[in-house]
C-alpha cells in the first residue's frame, strides 16, 4: 500500500475537510459571525484567532487547491498556538507549511503531536497514513485510516476505493480484518464496495476468517453480491459454502430448487432469489404448491417472474411447467427467456413463447447452456389477451432439469 495512491487524493480530501472545518466553528459573538461570512476579514482583524484562521484557509483552499499558507500565515498559527496550544489542526496546519518549506522533521513533529492530541483532525491522520504506508507499516496506516474513516464520512468516496485496491495485498487483509465489524462506521460501506471491485479470489480470502460476523442484516447486499460474482466466475463450491456460513438458519438445498418457495423467494438475496412482477396490470404471487399464480390485465405487458441460477457448463437442461388457467379465463401469451448471467450484459441463449393451451407437461423447453456460463438468467412475461377480461393462471410444476 504505497504512498503514492493517497498523494493524488491528498489535496482534495483536505479541502473538503477544511470546509467541513468551516461549517462546525460558529460562535454567538460578531468576531465568530465574521469567522463564518467573512472568515478573511475575521483572520486580519485577528490572525492569532485559530478559528478564524481555518476558515480563512478553507476559503483560499477552495478558491484554489493548491494553495499552502504563507510565511505570515505561518506565524499567525504559530501565534494561535500559544492561546490555543491543543489545537489539532492548527498544528497540522502549521505542519503543512512546514513540510512546503523543506522542513520534514518540524513537519513530522507537529504531525505527530496534532494526531496526540486528537485523531479527529483530519489533515494529521491524513498524513500519519501517508508516513506509515511509506515505511510499510500497513497495521499502522490502516490505524490511521480507521480514525479518518470513522470520523469524517465524508471521505469514504474518496478513501474507501483506494482500501478496496490495497485489498489486493494479502498483508493489508489481514491487517483490516479487526476492522470488519458492525461497530465500525466504515464497514458496510467498504465491504459493498468491495463486493463490486474486488477480485472474487481476494474478497473470499478477506471475509472468511470472519464469516461469522458477516450475518448482521448491514452486510446483507455485499454478500449477496459477491456470492452471486462467484457464481458467475464458476466458483459455485466457494459461493454455496460462503452462502451457508452467512446464512446458517436458510437451506441452502431449498434454496438452490428452482421451484418458488419460502428460502428462495427472500429479496435480500437480490436476483438470486425469485422476483415476481408487481404492477398495476400484472400480480405475481406464489402458492403454497410452489406455482407462481398471476392476473393480467388485457393487452397488458411486463414480467411476470425472474431469477438468475447457477448452473453447468456445457450442458443442457430441460424447463418445464404447466398452465392452470381459471375457468373461463382468457389466455395470454407467456414469453420464456433464457440468457447467459454475464457481468457485462446477459446473453440469450433461448426465447420461446408458450402454447395459450393447457395441460401437463405442455412445455419442455430445451435450454443449451454454452460453455463458460455458469450463471442463468431465466425469465417469464406476459402480455395480456385482447379480450376484456383478465387473465388468471397459475404456472404450475416448475422445474428445471438435467437433459437425460
Known sequence: MGSGSLSGVCRLVCTA????????????????????????????????????????????????????????????ARASLVRRPLNATLLSLYGLRAASIGKAGLADALMASADTVSRRDAFSQLWMIEQRSGANDVRGALSHYNALLSVHPETHATLLPVLVSAAAYPEVRSAMRPYL????????????????????????????????????????????????????SGLAGD???????????????????????????????????????????????VVDSGAISVSMAPTAGGMIASRDVAVTSPSTYILGHRLIYEPGSARASLLWRVSCAAQAEPQLIVERF????????????????????????????AVGSEGQWNSVVQIAELALTGAE
Not at 56 to 64: D, G, H, Q, Y
Not at 187 to 204: H, K, M, N
Not at 261 to 273: A, I, T, V
Request: hydrophobic share 45%; aromatic share 8%.
Open 17 to 76: 475537510l477544511l470546509l467541513a472545518c468551516a461549517a462546525l466553528s460558529g460562535q454567538n459573538s460578531a468576531q465568530s459571525y465574521l469567522r463564518e461570512g467573512d472568515p478573511k476579514s475575521a483572520y486580519l482583524a485577528d490572525p492569532s484567532d485559530g478559528l478564524a484562521a481555518v476558515n480563512a484557509f478553507a476559503a483560499e483552499l477552495k478558491k484554489n487547491p493548491q494553495f499552502i499558507i504563507s510565511s505570515s500565515d505561518a506565524d499567525a
Open 354 to 381: 408458450v402454447p395459450a393451451t393447457e395441460g401437463v407437461n405442455l412445455v419442455r423447453l430445451p435450454v443449451n447452456v454454452p460453455e463458460n456460463c455458469h450463471l442463468m438468467r431465466v425469465e417469464l412475461s
Open 239 to 285: 459461493a454455496w459454502n460462503l452462502f451457508s456460513l452467512v446464512a446458517p438458519n436458510v437451506d441452502v438445498r431449498a434454496f438452490r430448487d428452482f421451484a418458488p418457495r419460502s428460502p428462495n423467494l427472500d429479496p435480500k438475496w437480490q436476483s438470486l432469489s425469485w422476483v415476481l412482477g408487481q404492477s398495476v396490470d400484472i400480480s405475481a404471487s
Open 181 to 232: 465489524t458492525a461497530e465500525t462506521r466504515w464497514s458496510f460501506p467498504f465491504l459493498d464496495l468491495a463486493s463490486q471491485r474486488a477480485e472474487v479470489g481476494d474478497y473470499r480470502d478477506l471475509v472468511e476468517p470472519i464469516v461469522p460476523r458477516l450475518r448482521d442484516d448491514g452486510y446483507a447486499a455485499s454478500n449477496a453480491r459477491i456470492i452471486h460474482r462467484m457464481l458467475q
